[in-house]
């Protein structure tokens, strides 16, 4: 089983950014997908989970109306669109799944992460 995240970069604030997380060997719709970000000397944050089972999405305070985590069935991926970035939104974001967005086994498989930074 391979996870990859991709799409990471250099955006300016108010910017935006599509990440990708792309899985060989297992099939996203069978899992809970999420997003978590680790800021440099930062505790790693989930930012985004979509429960492929149950249909369900759920996001925190922090990134709530700007972020969208949505699945692409056909080619077994999950993205997350980021919008009206903030410099604090800088950080490593990686994918993971577990069986539910409550992530009971802290994560079945992770992605190596993608860097995205927000500066001017």
């Known amino acids: 089983v391979q996870l990859q995240a991709s799409g990471g970069g250099l955006v300016q604030p108010g910017g935006s950014l599509r990440l990708s997380c792309a899985a060989s060997?297992?099939?996203?719709?069978?899992?809970?997908v999420g997003w978590f970000r680790q800021a440099p000397g930062g505790e790693r944050e989930r930012v985004s989970c979509?429960?492929?089972?149950?249909?369900?999405?759920w996001y925190p305070d922090s990134v709530k109306g700007r972020f969208t985590i949505s699945g692409d069935k056909a080619n077994n991926m999950v993205h997350l669109q980021m919008s009206s970035l903030k410099s604090e939104d800088t950080a490593v974001y990686y994918c993971a799944v577990d069986h539910s967005c409550g992530f009971p086994e802290e994560g079945l498989y992770w992605g190596k992460g993608t860097l995205v930074t927000v500066s001017s």
């Open positions: 979509v429960d492929n089972v149950i249909g369900r999405r």
């Open positions: 060997g297992l099939s996203l719709e069978d899992y809970a």
